[in-house]
T-cell receptor, first 113, second 109 residues
Framework: SAVISQKPSRDICQRGTSLTIQCQVD?????MFWYRQQPGQSLTLIAT?????????ESGFVIDKFPISRPNLTFSTLTVSNMSPEDSSIYLC??????????FGQGTRLTVV | AQRVTQPEKLLSVFKGAPVELKCNYS??????LFWYVQYSRQRLQLLLR??SRESIKGFTADLNKGETSFHLKKPFAQEEDSAMYYC???????????FGTGTRLKVLA
């Protein structure tokens, strides 16, 4: 399967600031997704990153808070905006090809202070 | 509601003992079911998917539609099986996952 690289792997940010996480896949994929894993909890889907158009957000997540871009088939970014301590989580990028299961990046561990 | 339930947060077994990690789901329709594993300091990786019916690292999982379950089993646990295991479902072909809360498996020497 393809390999996903996420940057940064971790960061400590001040509340009120924004952080952009990058996700690069080493081959073309059909679908790209962003998940959040809050401390002690499971992974929750934030949105599907659509190439060349607005992302599709899951219930409870909005574009103003989590703007997402996907300019091509192999790259996507997630921005966590106006951060608060409650945004401290691991953020994971995921991708899948045609009729293949999803694979995951190593995650970005975000701490908001 | 669409949901995946893993009732055990932690499961400890001795090396050589059988292992069963439970997973139940709720979904209107015919989902695809998966088991993902995360070893210490590694990324989440696919262990099994129900449509392939493969055995990976000695693990098997059978989809029971009547009981809406997809339990993960291994007859003889090994220390290297110690990891976090997540059960997940998706709509057919979507690969947008709903994850369970995960079960940490500890295999004791």
């Amino acid at each position: 399967s393809a390999v996903i690289s996420q940057k940064p792997s971790r960061d400590i940010c001040q509340r009120g600031t924004s952080l952009t996480i990058q996700c690069q896949v080493d081959s073309q994929v059909t679908m790209m997704f962003w998940y959040r894993q809050q401390p002690g909890q499971s992974l929750t889907l934030i949105a599907t990153a659509n190439q060349g158009s607005e992302a599709t957000y899951e219930s409870g997540f909005v574009i103003d808070k989590f703007p997402i871009s996907r300019p091509n088939l192999t790259f996507s970014t997630l921005t966590v905006s106006n951060m608060s301590p409650e945004d401290s989580s691991i953020y994971l990028c995921s991708a899948s090809g045609v009729n293949t299961e999803a694979f995951f990046g190593q995650g970005t561990r975000l701490t908001v202070v | 509601a669409q949901r995946v339930t893993q009732p055990e947060k932690l499961l400890s077994v001795f090396k050589g003992a059988p292992v069963e990690l439970k997973c139940n789901y709720s979904y209107s329709g015919s989902p695809e079911l998966f088991w993902y594993v995360q070893y210490s300091r590694q990324r989440l990786q696919l262990l099994l998917r129900h449509i392939s019916r493969e055995s990976i690292k000695g693990f098997t999982a059978d989809l029971n539609k009547g009981e809406t379950s997809f339990h993960l089993k291994k007859p003889f646990a090994q220390e290297e099986d110690s990891a976090m295991y997540y059960c997940a479902l998706s709509g057919p072909g979507t690969y947008k996952y709903i994850f369970g809360t995960g079960t940490r498996l500890k295999v004791l020497a």
